[in-house]
């Protein structure tokens, strides 16, 4: 009897291993489910400005990311499978299980939206609150600038601004490099005929865009149009200091979070810095809350990695595009050492190369 006991009790014992092994592998099942289907990928270029905004958006949220560069100077974006991907042939392209979104304040407002697990970073506050219309109304007044015109316009311009870290060779090249790009973009309809429609939209926007910020008149307008920006962006963060006179207390442009209307507002700072325009915007005694706020925001380890120190934006640009040319030369059989040999030719001679391509896209 005692034996028979023992046998059934240890054949509930097996049962119940049974069960909780199916319930284990089930979860495993789940939670290996749950991460694919919440699986990022990112279509960007290094230094374009609206790549910049989402790939700071994804870092401040601490989100797992797979991010593909798309080479603006090796016009990857021009190849029709990107072109398939987002008939704009523009960058960023956040795809998200069968979910394609090509707007940057789009895939923005969709991370938000749809990353809201606890742990995750809210950069967006609660809809109806005072913070909520604060921030969508900064996002709007800074998404509003056109930085595309500014870009351009300090490239083909460039006695308009003052310390640019743009390479004085890239004025002479846009102008060679947009029309080289028209007759691509003409070729490339010839051979695709199910995105003739779509080169050909983009070559007429292509025209339509150097027209515009070739023109003086034009820019300058657009960067006084700037200025009562800035303004704005400056009495607002005076407010954040008269709310927080504590000693060490530091607040951002909305409150004491940080949120999407910073992302807006440190990529763009970053983007004049570079085109040489920060000092008439800041510094020297103009807009202190402004320049104190770069001066914190270049120091957020999101923004440490996504952007890094303005010095470096030229060689970070040029360094993938030579290990990506190195890859597509180098024959299969190099082994590793002498590989690594011929990528640190290569990037010394995809850096002559991108002095004839290379231009800061928006």
């Known amino acids: ?136 109304h900064y996002r709007e007044l800074l998404d509003s600038l056109q930085m595309d015109a500014y870009t351009h316009g300090c490239i083909l311009h460039p006695e308009i601004t003052v310390d640019s870290h743009i390479p004085a060779y890239a004025a002479t090249s846009i102008r060679t490099q947009i029309g080289n790009t028209e007759s691509e973009l003409k070729k490339l309809a010839e051979q695709n005929p199910e995105l003739k429609d779509a080169y050909i939209a983009k070559q007429r926007r292509l025209k339509s865009k150097l027209f515009d910020h070739d023109n003086m008149k034009y820019l300058k307008k657009l960067l006084d149009e700037l200025e009562g920006v800035m303004d ?43 085109l040489g325009l920060s000092r008439r915007y800041w510094g020297n005694g103009n807009r202190v809350n402004l320049e104190t706020y770069y001066e914190r925001v270049v120091q957020r380890p999101a923004f440490r990695r996504v952007l890094g120190h303005v010095n470096n934006i030229l060689i970070s640009a040029v360094l993938p595009v030579a290990f990506r040319v190195a890859r597509k030369n180098a024959p299969v059989i190099v082994g590793t050492t002498l590989l690594i040999g011929i990528l640190g030719g290569a990037t010394y001679l995809a850096f002559l190369y991108m002095k004839k391509r290379l231009t800061v896209f928006s």
Not at 130 to 135: A, G, P, W
Not at 232 to 247: D, N
Request: net charge negative; charged share 25%; with cysteine.
């Open 1 to 136: 009897m005692a034996s028979e006991n023992s046998s059934e009790s240890q054949d509930e014992k097996a049962a119940i291993l049974e069960t909780e092994s199916v319930q284990d592998e089930h979860q495993q099942c789940y939670t290996v489910a749950k991460q694919s289907e919440s699986k990022l990928t990112l279509y960007h270029w290094t230094q374009s400005f609206n790549s910049q905004k989402v790939r700071l958006a994804i870092a401040e949220k601490d989100l797992r990311c797979e991010e593909y560069d798309v080479s603006l100077p090796l016009s990857e974006h021009n190849e029709p499978w990107f072109m398939r991907l987002n008939p704009t042939g523009e960058v960023p392209v956040l795809v998200h299980n069968d979910n394609v979104i090509c707007d940057p304040t789009q895939i923005m407002d969709y991370l938000e939206q749809n990353f809201t697990d606890e742990g995750t970073p809210k950069l967006i506050p609660e809809e109806g609150s005072m913070y909520y219309h604060r921030v969508q």
């Open 232 to 274: 704005q962006v400056e009495t607002e963060l005076q407010r954040r200091v008269e709310e927080t006179p504590e000693e060490g207390s530091q607040s951002w442009l909305c409150g004491e979070f940080f949120s999407m209307a910073d992302v807006s507002l440190a990529v763009t700072l970053h983007r004049l810095k570079f």
